[in-house]
């Protein structure tokens, strides 16, 4: 198989560290160069004692366009706001992913409100298994890309659990509620946040991002938006307003996220029984190997994935409420970030998409 040398900046984080133990795995890259802010000088192991000595004894350089020139592969895990100037001062020949959100957004409104600061224009957005308006799915564009969008975490969970609901009409989109349970790591290892200290979190679950803050909101809509204008077969309501109210609870636990997303029946979904509505998100996942839709009677449990690329997924309907719901399950840095990028640049490379990933999780 031929190998590609890779450079991974802001290797010291979790995202970055994520993907270096996928990296490690795969059959076809070799992590040459791993760059970082504060923790330039220092071995990556003082951060990521899980790798093995070859990695462990990599020296954290500086990021910089010039340390990270001539590979094949750069992958930026870095604060939002860092990649997208950075990227601009890169070898346009390497292949490109940015796990951060710099890439992603559509809308540069929706930057501004969500996030601030200087626009930058979106890549290929790295979710495989997104549904796209007219039909086809979101691996075919990344096939074809060198720059590579990769998508947020909670936005992964969410998306993957609802945008059958979506694509099939079977919900009002104009009362879309998200909750997620979602571990610490995803707030990243620098986020120096008080509620993160082990001492005031490990007995604690609490809201964040309440009130129609978070910043994922957008890159949800955007997501649904597309979700509903999919192959026009499957009944979707085409290009409706979607309102989302999302609010994510930071539970104790290390990695995993767990959404559970529903909606008000539409009369379509009303008129459907439980094995219609279940059967749309069968047809839709049926060829999808990251994406588990769990027997009946099964819930997705964020322990089932730990350590996978693995989204586990399930449907209900709450006649009494008149809601449909949806959930997933999925390990934040890997399916919601480091794996999902790994996806994205396997098809990008030509490579089978699943190498180097694996769908089993650890028990217990
Ligand atoms: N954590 C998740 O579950 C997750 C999921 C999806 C996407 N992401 C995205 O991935 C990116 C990284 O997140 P993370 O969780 O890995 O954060 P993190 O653990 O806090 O790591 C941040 C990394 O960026 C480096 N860095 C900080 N400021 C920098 C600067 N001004 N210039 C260059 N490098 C800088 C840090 O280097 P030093 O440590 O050396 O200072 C560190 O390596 C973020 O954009 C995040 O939104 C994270």
Not at 253 to 265: D, E, P, Q, T, Y
């Amino acid at each position: 198989m031929r190998q590609y040398t890779v450079a991974v900046a802001g290797a010291s984080g979790y995202a970055g560290s994520e993907m270096i133990r996928l990296l490690a795995a795969h059959p076809a890259f070799q992590v040459c160069t791993v760059t970082g802010h504060g923790s330039a000088g220092r071995l990556l192991g003082e951060f990521s004692p899980n790798l093995p000595e070859s990695l462990a004894s990599l020296q954290i350089q500086d990021t910089k366009p010039e340390i990270l020139a001539g590979h094949d592969l750069v992958v930026l895990a870095l604060p939002h706001g860092a990649s997208g100037p950075l990227a601009e001062q890169l070898d346009p020949q390497s292949l490109m992913v940015d796990l951060g959100a710099d890439h992603r957004l559509e809308n540069p409104e929706d930057w501004q409100d969500y996030y601030g600061g200087p626009f930058s224009s979106p890549w290929t957005y790295g979710m495989p298994e997104l549904l796209n308006p007219g039909g086809g799915r979101q691996r075919q564009l990344l096939g074809q890309t060198r720059r590579i969008a990769g998508p947020g975490c909670n936005v992964t969970a969410v998306t993957l659990a609802f945008q059958p609901a979506l694509a099939a009409g079977l919900v009002q989109t104009n009362d879309l509620v998200a909750d997620l349970a979602v571990g610490y790591s995803g707030a990243g290892r620098s986020s120096g946040r008080m509620d993160l200290l082990a001492a005031q979190a490990i007995n604690s679950a609490h809201p964040y991002s309440v009130g129609g803050t978070h910043r994922h909101i957008p890159e949800i809509l955007q997501n649904l938006r597309k979700a509903a204008a999919a192959d026009p077969n499957l009944g979707g309501l085409g290009k409706q307003p979607i309102s989302l109210g999302l609010t994510p609870i930071l539970v104790p636990m290390s990695r995993g996220i767990l959404a559970v997303v529903s909606a008000k029946l539409s009369e379509r979904g009303r008129s459907m029984g439980m094995a219609d509505i279940r059967a749309v998100w069968e047809e839709i996942y049926a060829q999808e190997q990251f994406v588990d839709l769990l027997p009946e009677g099964r819930l997705p449990s964020t322990a089932d994935v730990y350590g996978s690329n693995r989204a586990q997924v399930q449907v209900a309907v709450d006649q009494r409420a008149d809601r449909l719901y949806a959930f997933a399950a999925i390990d934040n840095l890997t399916r919601g970030t480091a794996g999902q990028a790994l996806q994205a640049v396997n098809l990008a490379l030509g490579l089978p998409e699943e190498t180097g990933l694996t769908t089993i999780g650890v028990a217990p």
